[in-house]
């Protein structure tokens, strides 16, 4: 094998070599990819504990399919979870800019409109946060209850929450669980900038407290979630 000396790849190739030596981070990203057999394990340890989201939204997999999303095509994947509950992440392009839609999504009235089961859906009042630092000054936290009604196969069922719901200005929208007929709920819908409009970002997890079979749940979820997204679009846009 022809080895050639470090002095003279450094003469040879004077940039490439010293991005390479200055950028050492670059080659520790994804350390689980050079572990080998339990070498190294402080640092995955150390990097693997940086903060992830509550759910996974998975918005780097769906958004690869740009001609998919401006085509109005609604992108979904299914995530594991409990045996009689399901999560479902969905995706779509809205023609319309994020401060426009922000102010039509924060209207929780308006749900019942997004979401044809959903039968009610209104603020209870508004959470008094206190702000610990600058990029917190832009969360509002609001009480929020919603009512729904659903059929599986040859029964309906009734369905109601309360929920928290934290708001950071016309970023992301967090639903979380306060109390209902759910032993755990949470969901996070995401905004970005996309192309011309903005791109949606809706991911839900749930495991209902009423006996329904989990791959009926998902399945529910997985067939009409692109159907109630297309209608939100399109209530958005008129």
């Not at 992108?75 to 392009?93: F, K, S």
């Not at 819908?189 to 749940?217: C, H, K, M, N, W």
Request: proline share 6%.
């Amino acid at each position: 094998m022809l080895r050639v000396p470090a002095k003279t790849l450094r003469k040879a190739v004077p940039k490439v070599y010293s991005d390479f030596t200055k950028q050492p981070s670059a080659l520790m990203l994804r350390p689980q990819c050079l572990v080998d057999n339990g070498t190294n394990q402080k640092e995955l340890m150390r990097t693997s504990m940086v903060a992830t989201p509550i759910l996974n939204p998975a918005a780097e997999p769906l958004r690869t399919n740009t001609t998919a999303l401006l085509n109005g095509e609604v992108l979904i994947e299914t995530h594991p979870h409990t045996a009689t509950g399901a999560a479902v992440t969905a995706q779509m392009y809205v023609p319309v800019v994020r401060s426009q839609l922000w102010e039509q999504l924060t209207d929780y009235s308006r749900w019942v409109h997004y979401f044809p089961h959903i039968t009610d859906s209104r603020v209870l009042g508004q959470v008094k946060d206190q702000v610990r630092d600058k990029a917190q000054s832009h969360r509002v936290t609001r009480r929020l209850y919603q009512a729904a009604r659903k059929a599986f196969l040859v029964f309906s069922a009734q369905v109601e929450i309360y929920l928290h719901v934290i708001e950071t200005l016309q970023q992301s929208i967090q639903f979380r669980l306060e109390r209902g007929t759910f032993s755990d709920f949470a969901a996070d819908l995401t905004l970005e900038d996309f192309q011309q409009g903005t791109l949606l970002t809706y991911s839900v997890r749930a495991t209902p407290t009423i006996p329904v079979p989990g791959f009926l749940l998902e399945s529910a979820m997985r067939n009409e979630l692109p159907c109630n997204l297309r209608t939100m679009r399109q209530v958005l846009c008129q």
